[in-house]
């Protein structure tokens, strides 16, 4: 019904900088509010940051507040990961994924609740 694709992971120093994007192909990608999530091997998915459908609300984990931004086009069907001062403990495969239901007006921070994911772009950290 819906694929999400990422791009925009690579090897970056610490201190550095990424901006990941992610495109859904789904006309009503504006009615559902989105997530990026990151899973370093050995550990399980974390929630990195969320938007709602409108951008109205946006949450961060406290491990990236400060650091990551998070925002969406809806005209482009894209949102984006924008990685400031980059440490090795940010290296992580990360996914973007879809909130099961729509209009949402705070985006859930629990994977569980995303049931669309991109397949993941690899983000390393060297020190």
């Known amino acids: 019904q819906v694929q999400l694709v990422e791009s925009g992971g690579g090897l970056v120093q610490a201190g550095g900088s990424l901006r990941l994007s992610c495109v859904v192909t789904?006309?009503?990608?504006?009615?559902?509010?989105m997530g990026w999530f990151r899973q370093a091997p050995g550990k399980e998915r974390e929630f990195v940051a969320g938007?709602?459908?409108?951008?109205?609300?946006?949450r961060y984990a406290d491990s990236v507040k400060g650091r990551f931004t998070i925002s969406r086009d809806n005209a482009k069907n894209t949102v984006y990961l924008q990685m400031n001062s980059l440490k090795p403990e940010d290296t992580a495969v990360y996914y973007c994924?879809?909130?099961?239901?729509?209009?949402?007006?705070?985006?859930?921070?629990?994977?569980?609740?995303?049931?669309?994911w991109g397949q993941g772009t690899q983000v390393t950290v060297s020190s």
């Open positions: 994924a879809l909130d099961r239901p729509p209009f949402r007006v705070e985006v859930s921070t629990r994977a569980a609740d995303f049931d669309s």
């Open positions: 789904r006309s009503t990608f504006s009615i559902y509010a």
């Open positions: 938007i709602t459908w409108n951008a109205g609300s946006t």
